[in-house]
């Protein structure tokens, strides 16, 4: 049962465009999510997280935004930079401190110049 | 300073061998996480320890095992090795606390069981 959903394997932006990248969620006791995004050959690197009691945090070029009643957030990034090219995992934790976390499958984003 | 590190970055076995993964977390973090990582299933945790103790733990059967040492370094063990234990093992550490959860991943140890 993946109870953390990234319907779309795969994105293509162009450079300078805004790329939006979606997540889904079963569980209502998950209180923190996190966003991940990972190279080939590398670990996942952390990128933004937001608690349950916000509706959106903003880093830079950054913001992901949670819904908390559709049990859906999404990762904005503007603008989309070649560099972004990645494998992005959204990730959820129902204990806030530990390191249960739940990843969903990644989606591979491809911004194209 | 330094980053997670796993060893060894790469390594095949064959089915029934028994394999042990390392992994030296930043220092200063005392909690260590393992994920495997497998094609169509993104990251699935394995286990947490922290202070030496397994604090949480991931559906997986027993044949996955770990443990941590005193200097928080941490081993995990896949005995009995079978096809679909191929897969990217996946390090993460952090101080451990109260916090947001966020982890440093090392670059993962690839796992090939022929």
């Known amino acids: 049962d993946q109870q953390v959903k990234q319907n779309s394997p795969s994105l293509s932006v162009q450079e300078g465009r805004i790329s939006i990248l979606n997540c889904d969620y079963t569980n209502s006791m998950f209180d923190y999510f996190l966003w991940y995004k990972k190279y080939p050959a590398e670990g996942p690197t952390f990128l933004i997280s937001?608690?349950?009691?916000?509706d959106k945090n903003e880093d830079g070029r950054f913001t992901v935004f949670l819904n908390k009643s559709a049990k859906h957030l999404s990762l904005h990034i503007v603008p989309s930079q070649p560099g972004d090219s990645a494998v992005y995992f959204c990730a959820a934790s129902a204990q806030t401190g530990f390191q249960k976390l739940v990843f969903g499958t990644g989606t591979r984003l491809l911004v194209s110049p | 300073k330094a980053g997670v590190t796993q060893t060894p970055r790469y390594l095949i076995k064959t089915r029934g061998q028994q394999v042990t993964l390392s992994c030296s977390p930043i220092s200063g973090h005392r909690s260590v996480s393992w994920y495997q990582q497998t094609p169509g299933q993104g990251l699935q945790f394995l286990f947490e320890y922290f202070s030496e103790t397994q604090r949480n733990k991931g559906n997986f059967p027993g044949r996955f095992s770990g443990r941590q040492f005193s200097n928080s370094r941490s081993e995990m063990n896949v005995s009995t090795l079978e096809l679909g234990d191929s897969a990217l093992y996946l390090c993460?550490?952090?101080?451990?606390?109260?916090?947001?959860?966020?982890?440093?991943f090392g670059e993962g140890s690839r796992l090939t069981v022929l």
């Open positions: 993460a550490s952090s101080w451990g606390g109260a916090g947001t959860g966020e982890l440093f």
């Open positions: 937001i608690s349950s009691i916000k």
